[in-house]
């Protein structure tokens, strides 16, 4: 799970964008007893795409390569594809990180039984 701070430089996004996705209800947040919130990754490269600010490096690079639609859709599907990648490592690192807290929990279980 990740801060709103993590969740803005994961994405590319400002803080109180995510903050304002959140408030409206676009983006999914637990709110911890602490009053912050947490976001899961994949439901934060859903509504965001990671490492994309606000579309604007993928519109200049499509301008670059307007003379060359195949190029630019090429280039733009690739960055799609890198993105895609990250949220599957994302979801890895969490899966893992579920994993051993389950384990760890199992663990200290043990202990208290046997």
């Known amino acids: 799970m990740l ?29 911890t007893y602490t009053g912050d919130y947490l976001i899961d990754p994949a439901e934060l490269h859903r509504v965001f795409s990671p490492g994309a600010s606000d579309g604007r490096a993928t519109t200049l690079s499509m301008k670059r390569d307007a003379t060359n639609p195949e190029r630019a859709e090429e280039t ?8 895609l990648f990250q949220v599957g490592e994302l979801i ?22 046997g």
């Open 92 to 113: 890895r690192n969490e899966l893992d990180n579920d994993r051993d807290a389950w384990r760890s929990q199992t663990d200290r279980l043990r202990q208290l039984v």
């Open 76 to 83: 733009l599907m690739q960055e799609q594809i890198e993105r």
């Open 3 to 31: 801060s709103l701070s993590e969740a803005a430089r994961e994405s590319g996004q400002s803080k109180s964008t995510i903050w304002r996705a959140v408030n409206s209800g676009r983006l999914p947040a637990t709110r």
